[in-house]
């Protein structure tokens, strides 16, 4: 395994613009320079850590950049599963070849193997999480002493603990000139980074309301049966059981509220004005809002309902999920805008996944079917009448998913300022306190979700499989449960 020293990579980044310069420069000046620059290899190593379905994909991003922003290789992998890390090394060496050099000496299983796939890189490096959300803050502790940037899937944190750790930690990133991109790719999406900006310049007027929806059948894992009934998992560890099953757990994923409706509740925040990073925001410190809250561009208080309305499979296995079937979420913003959200997860009910937005002069639709292509327009009347049209977005939609891979490395390979650490907390923590007024049946306010009860504060000390899970089955496997209106202060 090639020893990537610190003290020999360090500045490794500032080193290859340098020599491009002086390259540059002696060039014209014909002077043949010692070819010292030819030494230094100035590829972008990657680290994965959590190699499932999106962290393949987002590996593969990092290694699709443009010619221009790269290249890149993939030099270790980490995971809680052999068969998970293996089947995705596959996959990545079948479509990227020699860019995945991750012989088995660079590839960990187990709760430390992030520390051990992020000591293989060097500065200017990226490090990839894509786990369940509970872990982030674990993780980007560790890169951030290391010096290491990161590019995190979202959600970034299931409660407000791991809200407050991200916010805090990401102070010593910032110092450091890390470069952390966010897997929020909408905010990368072009059509909708057009139409936020006419919304901006008043092309609708003063925004009044918006709305969004995720209504679709359950998917991935937000429902599950009892350990004991699932032949896959029944001899597994709790704890890697409840990992693998995370859409289920809140503790683990911020349940299917976080997962699935945090891209929609966060294009709308994006609409209203919340922006990249903290520097453009309209303000505010995350952790004294109502001190600030005239400039706060986040919802400030959140009322909800949910209900439970299927509670076993067609085999009759009862679910014991901690997720409620549907949820319906009203927002207040600090000047009375309101953002309602519509959630559900059942079969065989009208679908829909889109944001819209309704201003004193007209109305907008951000996104109309999922997350590409939006597509975004606006009109001038209450409805999408193509008559009514005033702008759609011009050009054809390029990938989200691609395109905020290729913003990240543009940023590391020309040090831009690109921090989404904190625009990607207070997102999810827009979708913690919302989550927390459906299951405690509660008003809640920022401050109340950001200082809730934590729901798994210890996860940077997990040792071995047999450590004990954040929460505990009944002996017929049931987990507690959300009860709004008798567990007011806690969601279970
Ligand atoms: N941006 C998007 O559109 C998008 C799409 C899909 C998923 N995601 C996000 O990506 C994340 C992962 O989702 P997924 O669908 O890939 O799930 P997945 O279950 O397919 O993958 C997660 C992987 O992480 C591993 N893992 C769990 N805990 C770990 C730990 N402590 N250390 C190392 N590895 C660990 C698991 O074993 C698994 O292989 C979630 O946060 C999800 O919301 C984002």
């Known amino acids: 395994m090639p020893k990537h020293s610190n003290s020999s990579d360090s500045n490794r980044r500032e080193f290859i613009k340098t020599t491009g310069k002086v390259t540059a420069a002696s060039a014209l000046a014909g002077v043949a320079l010692p070819r010292v620059h030819s030494a230094v290899d100035d590829t972008v190593k990657v680290a994965l850590v959590g190699a499932g379905g999106r962290g393949t994909g987002a590996a593969s991003n990092a290694l699709s950049v443009s010619a221009g922003h790269g290249p890149t290789k993939l030099v270790a992998v980490a995971d809680i599963f052999e068969e998970k890390l293996k089947s995705s090394l596959n996959g990545l060496k079948r479509k990227h070849g020699k860019k995945v050099d991750v012989p088995a000496d660079r590839q960990h299983i187990g709760f430390d193997g992030y520390k051990k796939a992020i ?28 010096g290491i940037n990161v590019f995190m ?8 603990y791991g809200t407050k750790k991200i916010l805090e930690i990401n102070k010593t990133a910032k110092k450091k000139n890390l470069k952390v991109g966010v897997g ?64 289920s757990f809140i503790w683990a994923s911020g349940g299917c509220f976080n997962d699935f409706y945090i891209h929609n509740i966060d294009e709308c925040c994006w609409m209203k004005g919340a922006a990249m990073g903290d520097p453009n925001n309209a303000g505010g410190d995350p952790f004294d809002v109502i001190g600030t809250r005239d400039k706060w561009s986040w919802p400030i208080m959140a009322q909800a309902t949910g209900g439970k309305h299927y509670t076993e499979n067609k085999q009759g296995q009862p679910y014991v999920d901690q997720n409620l079937d549907t949820y319906s979420v009203e927002y207040t913003y600090a000047d009375g805008t309101k953002l309602m959200h519509n959630g559900r997860t059942i079969q065989g009910c009208h679908n829909e996944f889109a944001s819209h937005v309704h201003g004193t002069k007209g109305f907008g639709t951000f996104s109309a079917n999922g997350h590409w292509p939006a597509p975004s327009a606006l009109y001038s009347g209450l409805t999408p009448n193509p008559k009514n049209q005033i702008w759609k977005f011009p050009a054809r939609e390029t990938n989200p998913y691609q395109d905020e891979w290729d913003d990240l490395l ?77 567990t007011k202060k806690s969601e279970y």
């Open 410 to 486: 543009d940023a590391i390979r020309n040090d831009k300022p690109y921090n989404e650490a904190e625009r990607g907390a207070l997102a999810s923590q827009v979708c913690n306190m919302g989550r927390m007024a459906a299951h405690t049946g509660q008003r809640v306010t920022w401050d109340d979700a950001l200082n809730a009860k934590p729901l798994a504060p210890d996860l940077d000390q997990l040792e071995g499989f047999d450590s004990k899970a954040p929460v505990t089955a009944d002996k017929d496997g049931f987990y507690p449960v959300p009860q709004p209106g008798i």
């Open 153 to 160: 899937e979202k959600p970034v944190t299931a409660d407000g």
């Open 184 to 247: 929020l790719m909408c905010r990368h999406s072009r059509a909708r980074g057009a139409m936020a900006e006419k919304i901006q310049e008043g092309a609708i007027g003063d925004i009044v309301l918006m709305r969004s929806y995720r209504m679709h059948g359950p998917v991935v894992t937000s429902r599950s049966i009892p350990q004991s009934m699932s032949p896959e998992y029944k001899d597994m560890e709790e704890i890697r059981w409840q990992i693998r099953r995370f859409h």
């Open 119 to 146: 000591d293989h890189l060097s500065k200017g490096d990226v490090a990839i999480f894509t786990t369940p959300p509970a872990f982030r803050w674990v993780f980007y502790k560790y890169a951030v002493e290391k």
